[in-house]
């Protein structure tokens, strides 16, 4: 893709490794490049805990045509828009997400506890997870 | 009409472990369809933070039982690569051999219990026959009939033997495969249950996620093996057809059984040429990953599966996440259900190949 076109339309992003980093407008920058260099397939979205309560979302787009990936990155507190309005299959990344890490996606009706019980404390994959449920000691 | 909402599973003997789907039905019609997953969760990724590298690898195998070589290599890739090993050429070709013989197994296994899910019995029988002589091959090699742990960082366990019983495969599975279409291809009870059922389309097929086999039944040729180091240097064409129904599903599973036999025999002729095994084998005690984060891709039987670690440097890493093909199918099946009849549920789930300890991981 082309990077001074694209820097162009979104200015506050900026290149990281081999990530792009952006801090606002997810939902308008992921359509706007699966629209404009037909990265058609998410690929899947990576969420990784800062530690500092805030989480880094990392979506791997992936265009087809070019087999080539794309990493768009974002940091967010615990709230953030959905893309499932854009690819279907970030209904079930972001399922998984808000299950392990409690963050919320504003647009995709689906979010519930999907591998933890109802009703269970907590979000395993955050670093400030407490392993002192009750329920855990049963098997004690 | 009173609508319905049926419960398939968790335990159902078609749904391949524990799948559990919400139908809501209208008579025969099914209007949505919710899957529940999560019945075998076991938080490999909490595991892996908490675990040393050597210590998460014999773990790696049970997130697919059925392709726990593919899931091995991952790992062993993703730190290899972390850390600039280059394998020898040997090794390459024992990895490859391997990994070809999981996927045969593996297919081999899924036209069995798929023509079992449809009420044909005897298939069932004559593909758990021939996959039985490449597990007993891998118990031969490893030790192991399936969770193998045998690839280690920087090599194998140990050198690959009895090259004999892999010709020995090679020359009997294409006969075997051959009377399986005979049985199944062209029959007409197994034509009506299948053709044009669940059907996907490309773009919806980009739009979920889907990669693999139900893709390239799709007609897209979008196979990761020609990217990979490991096939370097092989020669193999990625099945592609262009049906997109679950007929033709099966049709790609069975041609790719006979393109991972020429690939193992191109893998053949390179062990025999290539004497010394020449490890580069890592210290486990000491092995940790500089900081960064890292991606690596594997075609594994059921779509593309990778794997990310973030490290800070530690001997455990920071973040470890897991993709596998399966979780995005069962997303799948949320539409391709839809508007399906209750009786092609089974045939329609059954043929995008999904295996539970994937999805759940």
């Not at chain 2, 398939?8 to 524990?18: A, D, M, N």
């Not at chain 2, 997109?244 to 193992?264: F, G, H, L, P």
Request: with cysteine; glycine share 6%; charged share 30%.
């Amino acid at each position: 893709m082309n990077w001074a076109e694209f820097q162009n339309i979104f200015s506050d992003c900026r290149l990281y490794g081999d990530k792009i980093v952006i801090n606002s407008n997810l939902l308008k920058t992921v359509d706007f490049i699966k629209t404009n260099y037909h990265f058609d397939m998410l690929k899947e979205i990576i969420a990784t805990d800062n530690g500092d309560g805030s989480f880094e979302l990392i979506y791997r787009l992936f265009s087809p045509d070019d087999e080539e990936d794309l990493l768009l990155s974002i940091n967010v507190k615990d709230e953030t828009e959905s893309v499932s309005s854009v690819f279907e299959s970030a209904v079930a990344d972001e399922k998984e997400i808000y299950d392990l890490f409690g963050i919320k996606f504003i647009g995709n009706t689906e979010l519930k506890r999907l591998y933890m019980p109802e009703g269970w404390v907590g979000h395993p994959l955050r670093k400030d997870y407490q392993e002192n449920d009750e329920r855990l000691k049963w098997n004690e | 009409m009173n609508k319905l909402k049926l419960n398939l599973g968790p335990q159902h003997p078609s749904t391949h472990g524990v799948l559990r789907l919400i139908l809501e039905l209208e008579g025969e019609k099914i209007l949505s369809c919710e899957p529940d997953i999560g019945y075998l969760h076991r938080g490999m990724e909490k595991m892996a933070e908490k675990l040393s590298y050597i210590q998460y690898l014999p773990l790696v195998d049970r997130i697919d039982y059925l392709a726990g070589f593919f899931y091995s290599e991952l790992l062993c890739r993703t730190v290899e690569k972390a850390l600039n090993i280059e394998l020898s050429k040997r090794v390459k070709a024992i990895r490859l051999i391997l990994l070809e013989l999981n996927r045969m197994a593996s297919h081999l296994l899924w036209i069995g219990a798929f023509l079992m899910d449809l009420g044909a019995v005897s298939p069932f029988f004559y593909a758990f026959r021939e996959r039985e002589l490449i597990l007993q091959y891998f118990e031969k090699v490893s030790g192991q009939r399936m969770m193998n742990n045998y690839f280690v960082f920087g090599g194998v366990r140990r050198d690959i033997e009895f090259l004999e019983d892999i010709e020995e495969i090679l020359k009997i599975l294409p006969e075997k495969v051959n009377d399986y279409e005979k049985l199944i291809t062209e029959n007409p009870i197994f034509i009506q249950r299948t053709k044009n059922k669940g059907i996907l389309d490309k773009n919806t097929a980009f739009n979920f996620g889907i990669t693999g086999v139900n893709l390239r039944a799709s007609g897209v040729e979008l196979d990761f093996r020609s990217g990979d180091y490991l096939y370097e240097g092989i020669e193999f064409k990625p099945v592609v057809l262009d049906g997109c129904d679950s007929y033709t599903r099966y049709r790609a599973r069975v041609q790719e059984i006979r393109e991972s036999i020429k690939i193992i025999s191109q893998a053949l002729e390179i062990l025999k040429s290539e004497k010394d095994l020449n490890q580069n084998l890592l210290n486990p005690f000491t092995l940790s990953l500089p900081e960064g984060e890292y991606i690596q891709e594997i075609e594994a039987p059921r779509g593309l599966a990778s794997v990310y670690i973030k490290s800070t440097g530690e001997k455990t890493p920071y973040r470890f996440k897991w993709r596998t093909g399966s979780y995005y199918s069962v997303n799948l099946l949320r539409k391709l259900l839809k508007g399906a009849y209750l009786n092609d549920a089974i045939a329609i789930s059954g043929s995008l190949d999904i295996i539970l300890p994937e999805v759940d991981k």
